[in-house]
């Protein structure tokens, strides 16, 4: 009778630590990396700036390890986070962490419709937002904007949705970075879970010297 009591206590626990272990190993898993080539695009006349060139960080959801594959890791929804910009010793440059904004996501632009020979514009609420999420599936990676820099301009401007809607166009003056260097972290989190990386942006010399670069340990230190 004993015995027949201890296996099903014994079996039960095993049953619920095998759960535990599953929904462990099925939960997102967000990384995020620097990306070292830096996107670089032209644009035709009448636009706010000739030429741009765009610094991102990539995020991914780590697929599972080879010995879980027989399971599924789930999707990480609604992807949101901020990005908060600071000198070399720590302190911030802005009192307001910035949102972020993911390329993958609409540009919060009326979108421009034809119907025959008629070009008209329709006006989506949710796309004319501050907020950007996205979801990201195992194994996929997204990238996240953070800063950019046009033309002959010595300054740099966080980019994120708010930079659509800032007079002049695209340099938002809230998110200004005269020339110089910075640290930057970008903070991600997504059902319950939450990843943060540091990094330096290095906003020197001409627009090609424009870059991210892996943080120092003494960065994370301050």
């Known amino acids: ?72 890791r789930s999707a990480a929804l609604q992807c949101r986070g901020t990005m908060s910009f600071h000198h070399l010793d720590g302190q911030k440059v802005f009192a ?20 025959g020979g008629y070009v008209g514009i329709l006006v989506d609420p949710q796309r004319l937002s501050a907020d950007s999420r996205v979801d990201v599936y195992p194994g996929e990676e997204v990238r996240l904007d953070v800063a950019a820099r046009f033309d002959n301009d010595a300054d740099c401007y966080g980019w994120s949705n708010l930079s659509y809607f800032s007079n002049p166009a695209w340099r938002n003056a809230d998110w200004k970075l005269p020339a110089g260097r910075y640290l930057v972290k970008a903070v991600v989190s997504s059902s319950g879970e939450k990843c943060a990386t540091l990094f330096r942006l290095l906003n020197e010399g001409t627009s090609r010297d424009f870059r991210l670069e892996r943080a120092l340990p003494s960065d994370t230190a301050r």
């Open 96 to 115: 307001a962490d910035m949102p972020v904004r993911f390329a993958e996501s609409p540009q919060p632009i009326p979108m421009e419709i034809h119907l």
């Open 1 to 72: 009778m004993e015995l027949t009591i201890l296996g099903v206590i014994l079996g039960g626990a095993i049953a619920i630590a095998t759960t535990i272990a599953v929904e462990y190993f099925r939960r997102p898993k967000l990384r995020l990396s620097a990306i070292e080539q830096a996107v670089e695009v032209s644009y035709p006349a009448g636009k706010p700036a000739r030429y741009g060139r765009y610094l991102a960080l990539r995020l991914t959801n780590e697929p599972l390890p080879w010995y879980a594959k027989w399971m599924q």
